[in-house]
Nanobody, 122 residues
Framework: QVQLVESGGGSVQAGGSLRLSCAAS????????MSWFRQFPGKEREFVAA?????????YYADSVKDRFTISRDNTKNTVYLQMNSLQPEDTAVYYC??????????????WGQGTQVTVSS
């Protein structure tokens, strides 16, 4: 099992920035590609970004966040990050960290975190 714990969510005004963190434990971190998803109220979770394993040399973004969000991983800390810049009210959602041995916009990763709320006010 892989345990994932997100942190860093909160409230910010439009145009602001937040950095989400996701600490992983339980299995070898570098065996897993890491992703971020988000869920809007009443909607299904949608893919946001992914970073490859083991080194994070490749990244993949949803069109809606490209050029605003940056995903990265620190294998020395077993942590994946999502730097979110130029946030807009439509980015308001619960953000989830995910782990899977496959890299890319996977619909059903093997492991999920509990989620962290991001609220952007206009």
């Amino acid at each position: 099992q892989v345990q994932l714990v997100e942190s860093g969510g909160g409230s910010v005004q439009a145009g602001g920035s937040l950095r989400l963190s996701c600490a992983a434990s339980g299995r070898t971190f570098t065996d897993y590609a890491m992703s971020w998803f988000r869920q809007f109220p009443g909607k299904e979770r949608e893919f946001v970004a992914a970073v490859s394993n083991p080194t994070g040399g490749s990244t993949y973004y949803a069109d809606s966040v490209k050029d605003r969000f940056t995903i990265s991983r620190d294998n020395t800390k077993n942590t994946v990050y999502l730097q979110m810049n130029s946030l807009q009210p439509e980015d308001t959602a619960v953000y989830y960290c995910a782990a899977d041995r496959r890299y890319g916009p996977i619909e059903t990763p093997d492991y999920w975190g509990q989620g962290t709320q991001v609220t952007v006010s206009s």
